[in-house]
Structures are given as structure tokens and as C-alpha cells.
């Protein structure tokens, strides 16, 4: 009976000293929520199913479902993108330490898992701080509170965001020599032409003067290798895009017939972009909260482009919002590139005058 009471004791004690960890990560990680609210994301998708043609936007994709069906589809044999950015990040990762600096503030947008980050961060010692900003909540957490532990000497300062608007940053204990802002994945890609532009140059005033960007970008190719990445035999890309039907009827009182839309994905050459739709298998009405959409046969709902760049291409986006390019890595069969940019610094020279008054070059 002592040896069982010991045991329940021991027990309770280590139940009690996981729950004081937990504790101490979500306080190491207290989360800045600048999400979309519900009337938000309820605006946004009215107004999607009332263009022509019907639309919806990508950013509600990531619930906690939604998140972890993108981490499965990032292990797909298909899916080059991450395997490939990876493999550049690991074989480059010296040479991109060294051409970031040490010392900076790192904003990650859209950081998922972070994994690709643990590659940057264990070689950038010096990092004053770490800043994941996602539109999940409650997988930034997780992820915050696991990098919390294993990089208990840099500050974490998740933010819960949609960063196509603008959010604050978390004000850092140290001062950082910059900011540099880390985009991978290809996100930029989600985003047309000129919207791409206005983010940048969003980005662009994150950073400030003599920041840094470090970008990843899908490269055109071969149709078919596009088309498989995002059509993928098991179905899981499927399952990504119908779950935000899933989450629209959960969240917003909507009746969708979730089996009743196909997906499909397809590569428009002369846009460069992959185009996913949910496609109306059937005459059928739904209701969002009250509003009423009618769907015939064959009728699309858009729910994300993804478009494909040369790194000249992307490199003439960039520049509208003030960046040079720096440096590009790529795989050996040119399917990804990581592009390193630069802010110019801005230096204002200020000269004593006899008055003692200053003037400003």
C-alpha cells in the first residue's frame, strides 16, 4: 500500500510539475492576438460568394484542422515545394547565416511549424528575438511554446495576425542591429501581381531602413510537375480545400454539402499561376448566416491561386517596394529559389552650426 501511495504521489507531482511547464512556456510566449474576428471572416466570405465568379479568400484556410492538413500535404511525395526549399535551406545554410548577420530581429510571416526557421536559428546564435506571425492561434502557440524551449536565448514574440494588414510589433528586451523579415514557402505567391506589391511593401516598413528579406519563391516549370503538387493521389489537398466549406458551416451557421464540391487545380500558363477551385457537382442553394448563393452544375468557387516566378520576375516586384537583390539560391533542377533582399539604409548626416542649431543633410 506505501509502494502504490508513493507511486500516485510521484504521479501527482510530475502531472503537476508538466502543468507548471506549460504555464511558464505560454507566459515565455504570451501571444499578441490581432486575428480576423468572426464578423470579419463572415464580411469577407458574403462578399466572396457575391462576385462573379465566386470567390474565397485563402487566408481562412488555417484553422487548427486546416493547419495540420498543410503540414501533411508539405510530406507529399508530389508537393516539391517544401522538400526542395529544405534541401537549399540545409545545403545553403552557412552561406545564409553569414549573409543575413547576427543580431537581428526575425519576423516570420505565415510561420506554420517553423521548420524551415530551426535551420536559420540555429545558426544565427545572436538572434535579439524571434517573431512568428500566423492567422492560427492555436498552432502558433504550439509552435512557439516548442521553440521557446529549444531556444530558451532568444526571445519569442508570437504574433496572431493576418499579416496581409497591418499589425504592431512586439516590443523586444534587447535592441536589434535589424529587422529581417523571413517569407518562405512561396506564400508571395498566393497573392496577385499587385497585391504581392502592396505586401511587400508592407513588409518593407516592418523591416525599416537597411532591413532584410529573406523570400522563398516556386520557379515556372514543367505543367505537369505543377499540376501534381497540387492535385495530389491521396486526396489530402482535397481535404485542405474542402475543410474550409467545413469551417464556414461550422463557424459561420452555413449548410454547404461538403461532398457536393470537386476540387480542382489547374495551371493557367498564361498568368503563371495555379488556380484551386471548389467546383458545384450539382444545382444546389446554400446559406451563410441568412444570405442565399445558388450554385449550377459545373459552377467554381476560386479559393487560391498559386503563381509561379523567374527570379528576374520576382526580383521586379520586389524592387517596386524598394529591394535589391542580394543573393538567390537554388536546387540543382531549378524548381525553388531563396532570394536574400536588402532595404537601402538610410543615413540622416546631421552638421553643428554656429548658432548651435542643427541641420539635416
Known amino acids: 500500500m506505501k509502494g502504490c501511495r508513493a507511486q500516485e504521489m510521484r504521479a501527482a507531482l510530475h502531472t503537476a510539475f508538466e502543468a507548471e511547464i506549460r504555464d511558464q512556456m505560454r507566459a515565455l510566449t504570451a501571444i499578441v492576438n490581432k486575428a480576423p474576428d468572426a464578423r470579419t471572416f463572415l464580411d469577407d466570405v458574403v462578399a466572396g460568394l457575391s462576385q462573379t465568379p465566386k470567390r474565397l479568400p485563402s487566408k481562412y484556410f488555417y484553422d487548427e484542422r486546416g493547419s495540420r492538413l498543410f503540414d501533411e500535404i508539405c510530406t507529399l511525395e508530389e508537393y516539391y515545394l517544401t522538400r526542395t526549399e529544405l534541401t537549399i535551406m540545409q545545403q545553403f545554410a552557412e552561406e545564409i ?3 543575413l548577420g547576427q543580431g537581428n530581429m526575425l519576423v516570420e510571416y505565415g510561420s506554420g511549424s517553423s521548420l524551415k526557421t530551426r535551420i536559420l536559428l540555429d545558426r544565427l546564435q545572436c538572434t535579439v528575438a524571434y517573431v512568428p506571425v500566423d492567422i492560427s492561434g492555436e498552432h502558433l502557440e504550439q509552435t512557439a511554446g516548442r521553440l521557446a524551449k529549444a531556444y530558451p536565448h532568444i526571445e519569442i514574440l508570437p504574433v496572431c495576425a493576418d499579416f496581409t494588414t497591418e499589425f504592431e510589433l512586439p516590443r523586444s528586451k534587447c535592441t536589434p542591429s535589424q529587422n529581417l523579415a523571413y517569407f518562405p514557402g512561396s506564400t508571395i505567391g498566393n497573392f496577385k501581381p499587385k497585391d504581392a506589391r502592396r505586401l511587400l511593401q508592407r513588409i518593407a516598413s516592418v523591416c525599416g531602413s537597411g532591413g532584410g528579406l529573406l523570400i522563398g519563391i516556386d520557379l515556372q516549370k514543367a505543367i505537369q510537375t505543377i499540376e501534381a503538387a497540387y492535385n495530389d493521389r491521396n486526396g489530402v489537398t482535397m481535404a485542405f480545400n474542402r475543410n474550409l466549406l467545413h469551417r464556414i458551416n461550422r463557424e459561420l451557421d452555413a449548410d454547404f454539402r461538403v461532398d457536393a464540391f470537386e476540387h480542382r487545380a489547374i495551371y493557367n500558363e498564361e498568368l503563371g499561376r495555379v488556380e484551386t477551385y471548389l467546383i458545384s457537382d450539382r444545382h444546389q442553394t446554400v446559406t451563410v448566416d441568412g ?15 498559386s503563381h509561379k516566378y523567374t527570379i528576374d520576375g520576382f526580383h521586379a516586384i520586389a524592387a517596386t517596394a524598394g529591394f535589391s537583390l542580394e543573393r538567390a539560391w537554388s536546387d540543382d533542377q531549378e524548381l525553388f529559389a531563396v532570394l536574400h533582399f536588402r532595404l537601402p539604409a538610410i543615413r540622416l548626416n546631421t552638421h553643428k552650426q554656429i548658432d548651435g542649431s542643427t541641420r539635416e543633410d
Open 97 to 99: 547565416a553569414e549573409a
Open 291 to 305: 444570405a442565399t448563393f445558388r450554385f449550377e452544375v459545373g459552377e467554381a468557387i476560386c479559393t487560391e491561386y
